[in-house]
Structure formats: structure tokens, C-alpha cells
């Protein structure tokens, strides 16, 4: 069982830049870990994912502003976001998934982007 705890979100206006951490803790083996977003009554999208062996997956509507990194040590995912627009205004949810592809999710932070 593995435990997220996300932090970082917030409001900023149009171009700004916010850093969202989610630490994860218990006994699980990762495969990758990740970043999705939930817009009030959109579906949750995959916003940035970093596998293990080094794959890492945008949204092509982040790509060139937002980065994702990772402490693996510390078993902790990072999401830079520059340059945010009004669009990036979402719950964002940390995402583990393990080697028996079981998703594990945090419990959310909100990011609003004002313009």
C-alpha cells in the first residue's frame, strides 16, 4: 500500500509559476509516477508521467512549460509549471503506479490560474 501527499498548488495570474511535490510513502514498487488534472466537468488527463527507466510523457498542451523530476530516493515527484495559462486551472492529482499496475492517487491539490 503506498500513501501520496501532494502540496504546491495555489492561484496565481496568467504566466506565473507554481511547483507542486508529492511525496509517497508505505511499501510499494513504482513504475512510475505521475501528475493528472481534473477541470470541473472535464475527464482526468494525464498531464506528466516519468517512468522509472527514465520515459517521461507530457501533454502536448504542457509540453515546453511545464517539467517534471523526480527524487527517487526520497520517493518524491515534482511538477514545475511556467507560464501557466487560464486552461491549467484544474485539481491536479499525484498518480503512483506499481508493478502490478495498480494506480495509486493523492488526494489532490487545486491550481487556478487567473487571467
Known amino acids: 500500500q503506498a500513501q501520496l501527499v501532494e502540496s504546491g498548488g495555489g492561484q496565481v495570474q496568467a504566466g506565473g509559476s507554481l511547483r507542486l511535490t508529492c511525496t509517497a510513502s508505505g511499501r510499494t514498487s513504482i513504475v512510475a509516477m505521475g501528475w493528472y488534472r481534473q477541470a470541473p466537468e472535464k475527464q482526468r488527463e494525464l498531464v506528466a508521467r516519468m517512468a522509472t527507466g527514465g520515459r517521461i510523457d507530457y501533454a502536448d498542451s504542457v509540453k515546453d512549460r511545464f517539467t517534471i523530476s523526480t527524487n527517487k530516493a526520497r520517493n518524491t515527484v515534482y511538477l514545475q509549471m511556467n507560464n501557466l495559462k487560464p486552461e491549467d486551472t484544474a485539481a491536479y492529482y499525484c498518480?503512483?503506479?506499481?508493478?502490478?499496475?495498480?494506480?495509486?492517487w493523492g488526494q489532490g491539490t487545486q491550481v487556478t490560474v487567473s487571467s
Open positions: 498518480n503512483l503506479r506499481d508493478y502490478s499496475s495498480r494506480d495509486y
